[in-house]
């Protein structure tokens, strides 16, 4: 499959040659067609599969196709709305990579920065409009948005912006918007306020899928450390010190934790710096361009701050701490293997987060190779805890209390493994 197969345009095409793109993404190739046929879209697709061009091509080429008949000022045609300012400045930029060679204008609007030049850009006219909903709304209560034209309107992942509480402003600017248009929703999961909001605006959608986000990206070779939550800063410090690690982006569950990860790094003469929601928009920014310019090696972000980032050729994902939610994992770790390249995910695991492990392996229906071999492991009674025992490790945490007595050292649990040649099967977990 070409992208000359799929009806699209040559300026398009010409564009898309020019980033590279030699073909469709399976997610490009099963939505395209149908978008340009002006059909509705419920896609399910994480970051990492192309779905950015999957909605922006059509789009493009149906305002390309427009502007031949339209005349006068520019007005606003598309409404893409994003969780994250970075994921909105992503699309932007796709947007713009796209429509090079054709004179259609996007705007990125966001928050935490100066309203002025949003405000100026709009009131000189734009076809496309990729908005956070809360300034979205902001601008669109003092007039600086008109939404009477628009024909097409997109929201991207959508499970997280319910999960970040946006989707009361997504449906009051849905609202705004005129009835008769395109509707083309993203989402990574389908949780049922999902699907509902869907059914309650769509006309008959065409589903699409690709890589469900149980099952990982096979191009990513993942494992899980085993570590006390004290060891684990050094056990980072370890894994960076090789460098052969080009990129690193390491999450950790707080906005404090960043920091201080990003601090201890920087002491040992790793270049690291943090993004996370404290961080003012600037700083992110310059934060997410350094890095993706390979300025600095280590990116530590929370997960709302990371999601959407697109970072060509990020070769590790370091969970620094596991996240809550299982899917979020599969969010974190497609940030690496993308767009085919191999790409490597390590995961820290405490005696705390063994129940999040359990559950990520059990979303992905795929065992996570263990890394026992390593420094960390402590003698910390809590790490022994974490030893997998005999056909235990999905259900009894009984065993934990034998465990302990044995005051589990690292030395203990590999001796411990070798004289039990029946547990092997277990070890590669
Ligand atoms: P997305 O899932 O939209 O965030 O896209 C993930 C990455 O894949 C981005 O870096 C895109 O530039 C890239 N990409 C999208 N479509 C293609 C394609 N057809 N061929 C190669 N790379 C692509």
Same mark, same amino acid.
Request: proline share 4%.
């Given at each position: 499959?070409?992208?000359?197969?799929?009806?699209?345009?040559?300026?398009?095409?010409?564009?898309?040659?020019?980033?590279?793109?030699?073909?469709?993404?399976?997610?490009?190739? @099963?939505?395209?067609?149908?978008?340009?046929?002006?059909?509705?879209?419920?896609?399910?697709?994480?970051?990492?599969?192309?779905?950015?061009?999957?909605?922006?091509?059509?789009?493009?080429?149906?305002?390309?196709?427009?502007?031949?008949?339209?005349?006068?000022?520019?007005?606003? @045609?598309?409404?893409?709305?994003?969780?994250?300012?970075?994921?909105?400045?992503?699309?932007?930029?796709?947007?713009?990579?796209?429509?090079?060679?054709?004179?259609?204008?996007?705007?990125?609007?966001?928050?935490?920065?100066?309203?002025?030049?949003?405000?100026?850009?709009?009131?000189?006219?734009?076809?496309?409009?990729?908005?956070?909903?809360?300034?979205?709304? #902001?601008?669109?209560?003092?007039?600086?948005?008109?939404?009477?034209?628009?024909?097409?309107?997109?929201?991207?992942?959508?499970?997280?912006?319910?999960?970040?509480?946006?989707?009361?402003?997504?449906?009051?600017?849905?609202?705004?918007?005129?009835?008769?248009?395109?509707?083309?929703?993203?989402?990574?999961?389908?949780?049922?306020?999902?699907?509902?909001?869907?059914?309650?605006?769509?006309?008959?959608?065409?589903?699409?899928?690709?890589?469900?986000?149980?099952?990982?990206?096979?191009?990513?070779?993942?494992?899980?450390?085993?570590?006390?939550?004290?060891?684990?800063?050094?056990?980072?410090? #370890?894994?960076?010190? #090789?460098?052969?690690?080009?990129?690193?982006?390491?999450?950790?569950?707080?906005?404090?934790?960043?920091?201080?990860?990003?601090?201890?790094?920087?002491?040992?003469?790793?270049?690291?710096?943090?993004?996370?929601?404290?961080?003012?928009?600037?700083?992110?920014?310059?934060?997410?361009?350094?890095?993706?310019?390979?300025?600095?090696?280590?990116?530590?972000?929370?997960?709302?701050?990371?999601?959407?980032?697109?970072?060509?050729?990020?070769?590790?994902?370091?969970?620094?701490?596991?996240?809550?939610?299982?899917?979020?994992?599969?969010?974190?770790?497609?940030?690496?293997?993308?767009?085919?390249?191999?790409?490597?995910?390590?995961?820290?695991?405490?005696?705390?987060?063994? #129940?999040?492990?359990?559950?990520?392996?059990?979303?992905?229906?795929?065992?996570?190779?263990?890394?026992?071999?390593?420094?960390?492991?402590?003698?910390?009674?809590?790490?022994?805890?974490?030893?997998?025992?005999?056909?235990?490790?999905?259900?009894?945490?009984?065993?934990?209390?034998?465990?302990?007595?044995?005051?589990?050292?690292?030395?203990?649990?590999?001796?411990?493994?070798?004289?039990?040649?029946?547990? @092997?099967?277990?070890?590669?977990?």
């Amino acid at each position: 499959m070409l992208f000359e197969n799929l009806d699209i345009i040559k300026p398009i095409q010409k564009a898309l040659k020019e980033e590279g793109y030699s073909k469709p993404t399976p997610i490009q190739a @099963k939505s395209i067609p149908h978008l340009l046929e002006g059909k509705d879209l419920l896609g399910c697709a994480q970051t990492g599969t192309g779905k950015t061009a999957s909605f922006a091509i059509p789009i493009l080429q149906a305002i390309y196709n427009d502007q031949k008949s339209s005349i006068g000022k520019r007005t606003i @045609k598309a409404v893409v709305l994003a969780p994250t300012r970075e994921l909105a400045i992503q699309i932007g930029e796709s947007f713009t990579a796209y429509s090079k060679h054709m004179d259609i204008k996007n705007i990125v609007i966001f928050g935490g920065v100066s309203q002025n030049p949003q405000t100026k850009a709009l009131k000189e006219g734009v076809d496309i409009l990729i908005a956070t909903p809360g300034r979205m709304l #902001d601008l669109y209560s003092q007039k600086f948005i008109n939404l009477s034209k628009v024909k097409y309107f997109v929201l991207d992942e959508a499970d997280s912006m319910l999960d970040m509480g946006m989707i009361h402003d997504v449906k009051r600017i849905i609202s705004h918007l005129p009835k008769v248009r395109q509707n083309i929703f993203f989402s990574a999961t389908m949780p049922s306020e999902i699907s509902k909001l869907a059914n309650s605006i769509f006309k008959d959608p065409i589903k699409v899928e690709v890589t469900p986000v149980a099952s990982t990206t096979e191009t990513i070779k993942q494992s899980m450390y085993f570590v006390s939550k004290k060891q684990k800063r050094a056990l980072l410090i #370890d894994i960076l010190k #090789d460098k052969s690690i080009k990129s690193a982006l390491v999450f950790s569950r707080t906005k404090h934790g960043a920091n201080k990860i990003t601090t201890d790094l920087l002491n040992v003469g790793i270049e690291a710096s943090a993004i996370h929601g404290n961080k003012s928009q600037n700083a992110r920014q310059l934060a997410l361009n350094n890095f993706k310019e390979g300025k600095v090696r280590v990116l530590v972000a929370t997960d709302i701050a990371a999601r959407g980032i697109d970072v060509d050729e990020l070769s590790h994902v370091i969970n620094y701490d596991l996240p809550e939610v299982a899917e979020t994992y599969v969010h974190r770790i497609g940030r690496t293997g993308r767009a085919g390249h191999s790409g490597t995910a390590m995961s820290f695991c405490s005696m705390e987060e063994r #129940d999040l492990y359990k559950s990520i392996e059990k979303l992905i229906k795929k065992k996570i190779e263990l890394i026992k071999d390593h420094p960390y492991h402590g003698s910390s009674n809590d790490v022994s805890q974490l030893e997998p025992k005999k056909d235990n490790r999905r259900d009894n945490r009984g065993s934990s209390k034998r465990n302990t007595s044995s005051k589990g050292n690292n030395k203990n649990w590999n001796s411990n493994r070798r004289k039990k040649p029946a547990n @092997k099967k277990t070890d590669n977990k």
